[in-house]
C-alpha cells in the first residue's frame, strides 16, 4: 500500500519541526515591527529557520524510544537515516549563514553594550539548559525536569530569540546602542505569556508520561479543568490585558486592536477544545499554529493599520 502522498508532506512538516521555523520567522518579523525596527535581512531568517529546526529535531532524536510508540516517535524511527543527512545539512547551512550574517556587524562590534552582550547570551544558554548539560562540579543541570517551570523557560527562550534578538541585531546592524524602552518590555511580556500557555496546553498530551515518570507539570497537578480554567485562561487574559493596556495608551485604532486579540480569543477557544482527547498532529498544526495566527494578526495590524 502506497502512503498517502498528503499525509506524508504533512507529517514532514509538522514532525520534521519545519513549521517551528515557520513560526519562530513571523514572530520575529511581527516583533520588529511592532518595536518600530527594521526587519533583519534574510540571511538571519534563514540562520533562524535552520537553527529553530535543527534544535527541535536533535532534541527529538536524542529522546528515549517511548514504550508506547506515537505517530511522531514512529515517524522519526522510519526517517532516522534521512534526518541524520539534514541535520548534517542544517549544520552546514547555520556555520555558513551564520558567517556571512556576523562577518559585517564585526565592523559594529564597539557600538555592542554590555546589556547587548548580556541579552545576546542568556537566551541561547537557557536553550541548552532545558535539555540539560552535565556539569563536573555541579552535576547534571536540566531546566525541563522541573515540571511546572518547564513551560515558562520555554516561553522566555521564545520571547527572546523572537522579540529581542530582531531589535538587538537590528541596532548592532545600524551601529547604536540598544536602549529598550517600556514598549519592548510589554511585548517581550506578551509573547512570553503567550508561549508560555501554548507549552502548558502542549503538557496535556503528555500527561499520562508525566505522571509515570513524577514529572510535577501543572496538568500532572491540577488536572485537566482545573488547568484550563485556573491557569490557562488566566494567564491567556494577563497576557492579553498587558496588550491592551499598552495599545490604548498608544491610541491604537479599533481594527489593530482587534486583529492583535484575535489570537488570544483562539488560544481560550482551543484551550477549551482540549477537554476532549486530541490527536498529536492536533497539537502540533492547532496548539503551535496558533503562534503562526498570531504573528500573521500582528504583522497585518502593523503594516496595513
Known amino acids: 500500500m502506497t502512503a498517502n502522498p498528503n499525509k506524508s508532506w504533512l507529517s514532514a512538516l509538522f514532525f520534521g519541526n519545519y513549521f517551528y521555523g515557520f513560526c519562530a520567522m513571523g514572530l520575529s518579523a511581527e516583533a520588529s515591527l511592532q518595536q518600530g525596527y527594521h ?16 534544535y527541535y529535531t536533535l532534541a527529538y532524536m536524542g529522546e528515549p524510544r517511548p514504550a508506547q510508540a506515537n505517530a511522531r516517535s514512529v515517524w522519526y524511527a522510519r526517517h532516522r537515516q534521512s534526518i541524520r543527512l539534514r541535520q548534517w545539512v542544517l549544520a552546514v547551512v547555520i ?77 548592532i546592524e545600524d551601529g547604536r546602542a540598544f536602549e529598550p524602552v517600556f514598549r519592548n518590555l510589554v511585548l517581550f511580556v506578551k509573547n512570553f505569556m503567550f508561549v508560555s500557555v501554548l507549552c502548558i496546553l502542549f503538557d496535556i498530551k503528555d500527561y499520562a508520561t508525566d505522571a509515570n515518570q513524577q514529572l510535577q507539570t501543572f496538568v500532572v497537578n491540577n488536572g485537566l479543568r482545573r488547568t484550563i480554567f485556573y491557569i490557562i485562561i488566566p494567564l491567556s487574559a494577563t497576557g492579553l490585558g498587558v496588550f491592551l493596556a499598552y495599545a490604548f495608551s498608544q491610541h491604537f485604532s479599533a481594527v489593530k486592536i482587534l486583529l492583535n486579540f484575535l489570537p488570544f480569543a483562539a488560544l481560550i477557544g482551543v484551550a477549551w477544545s482540549l477537554q476532549r482527547r486530541r490527536p498529536i498532529l492536533y497539537y502540533l498544526a492547532i496548539i503551535d499554529g496558533l503562534m503562526l495566527l498570531k504573528a500573521v494578526c500582528g504583522i497585518t495590524a502593523m503594516t496595513w493599520f
Open 39 to 54: 526587519l533583519p535581512g534574510s540571511l538571519y531568517y534563514l540562520l533562524l529557520f535552520a537553527s529553530v529546526v535543527f
Open 95 to 171: 556555520v555558513v549563514a551564520g558567517a556571512f550574517y556576523v562577518y559585517p556587524l564585526m565592523g559594529h562590534v564597539r557600538a555592542v553594550t554590555p546589556l547587548m552582550w548580556l541579552l545576546l547570551s542568556v537566551f541561547p544558554i537557557v536553550a541548552v539548559l532545558y535539555y540539560g548539560i552535565n556539569i563536573r562540579w555541579f552535576g547534571g543541570v536540566s531546566l525541563r525536569s522541573i515540571g511546572w517551570l518547564k513551560p515558562f523557560v520555554i516561553g522566555f527562550t521564545w520571547a527572546g530569540f523572537v522579540t529581542v534578538y530582531p531589535v538587538v541585531l537590528a541596532c
